[in-house]
Structure formats: structure tokens, C-alpha cells
């Protein structure tokens, strides 16, 4: 966990991306915003993980400007046209998904925020005419049952301990090693993301 203390130090936060598999969808969360902020961490599901990274240091961004945010909240900005929704994660899924986070504030109580996207017609996973991909790359993390989550049978939480696999597989993203965080990088523009997003929305989208 060295590293993510390390990026937290040089730059306020740090973003971690877990890989998706054949029936897993890839993630991404914040550690460190909650201290730093005093708002809640992030955790974006079902797009690249250079875009999740994107979208949680946009997120950071609205943050230093001063924005707060809680349960049930559009928010825009995040990604290109459309507002996104917040929902808060159940406190169970925070130690099993966000392992760095809880680590980092060592197994305490931390707010955390899923941030959901809508599909290519605006509709969100919990709307009856979302589409069947949509839903299946979001799960329902507010939700404190499993089956109600849509959570795949293989990342089920009363077994935490086979998360360290993905955690050795996963992706310590310096967060201003990407191209764009205006926390370290201000000035750069959003063009670049705004195409990459797009493209990996629209997959998400499809039905």
C-alpha cells in the first residue's frame, strides 16, 4: 500500500482501477478524498479504467471548487452531455470492493459514493427501460442484499479475502499520472477525454 500513500502525499488522492473479467465488470475508486474534502470517496463501475479515472478526477475537481454531494444527486460534468446520478455505497461493500480505501482509514467508517451512468436514452440501472448491458456493468451498490446488487456470484462479499488476487492484478493510478487532473494540471483541455468517454459510453449503451 505503499504507493497509494504515496500519491495521497504528492497530490491529495489517489484512484485505484481493478480489471474487469469475463463476467466482472472493471472498477475504479478514490482513496483520500474524503480526508482531504471532507466529501465522500467515489467508485465508478463498466467503462475503461482510464475513463473511471477521468471521471473520479472531474469528480475531484468539482470537489476542490467547493461542490458537495450526497445520496440520490445528479451531477454534471463527469461525463460529456449527460448528468450522472450518486448513490450511496451500503456500508458492506466498502471493505470487499474499496479494500485500499478501507485500509487507509484503517476499517473506520467512510462515506462512499457509486457514481452512475445513464444509457444511450437517459435511463439509469434501477429504471424499467434501462438497458439489459447497462445494468448488468453497474451494480446496485446502495442495495445491501447481494442478489438485489446485480453482483456476479464470483465476487461474493462473504469472501472478502478472494479480493487479493484482483488487488495484485489491479492498477495503482497516480492521480496526476493521467492525462488530465486540474488538481496538478489545470490547464489542460477536455477534448481528449470528452472523445474516449463518449466511445466507451457507447459500449456501456448497447443493448
Not at 473506520?108 to 457514481?115: D, G, K, N
Not at 451494480?139 to 453482483?151: D, F, I, M, N, R
Request: charged fraction near 25%; include cysteine; proline fraction near 7%.
Amino acid at each position: 500500500m505503499r504507493w497509494v500513500l504515496k500519491n495521497i502525499q504528492k497530490h491529495g488522492w489517489h484512484a485505484n482501477g481493478i480489471p474487469g473479467e469475463a463476467s466482472t465488470p472493471a472498477w475504479t475508486y478514490s482513496v483520500g478524498l474524503f480526508a482531504k474534502y471532507g466529501q465522500p470517496e467515489l467508485i465508478v463501475f463498466g467503462l475503461e479504467i482510464e475513463t473511471m479515472h477521468e471521471m473520479i478526477s472531474r469528480y475531484a475537481d468539482l470537489l476542490q471548487a467547493g461542490k458537495e454531494y450526497g445520496d440520490g444527486v445528479k451531477i454534471d460534468g463527469i461525463i460529456p452531455s449527460q448528468p450522472c446520478v450518486l448513490r450511496e455505497v451500503h456500508v458492506s461493500w466498502r471493505e470487499p470492493l474499496l479494500c485500499s480505501a478501507s485500509w487507509y482509514y484503517h476499517y473506520q467508517e467512510y462515506p462512499v459514493l457509486q457514481c452512475f451512468c445513464p444509457d444511450r436514452h437517459g435511463y439509469f440501472p434501477w429504471d424499467d427501460h434501462c438497458n439489459k448491458r447497462s445494468r448488468k456493468v453497474q451494480p446496485l451498490l446502495y442495495e445491501k442484499s447481494v442478489e438485489k446488487t446485480g453482483l456476479p456470484k464470483s465476487l461474493l462479499v462473504d469472501e472478502p479475502w478472494r479480493f487479493a488476487d484482483s488487488l495484485r492484478n489491479s492498477t495503482p493510478w497516480d492521480s496526476a499520472g493521467y492525462r488530465h487532473t486540474s488538481l496538478i494540471m489545470p490547464d489542460i483541455a477536455s477534448t481528449e477525454f470528452s472523445a474516449r468517454a463518449s466511445r466507451s459510453m457507447s459500449r456501456v449503451a448497447l443493448d
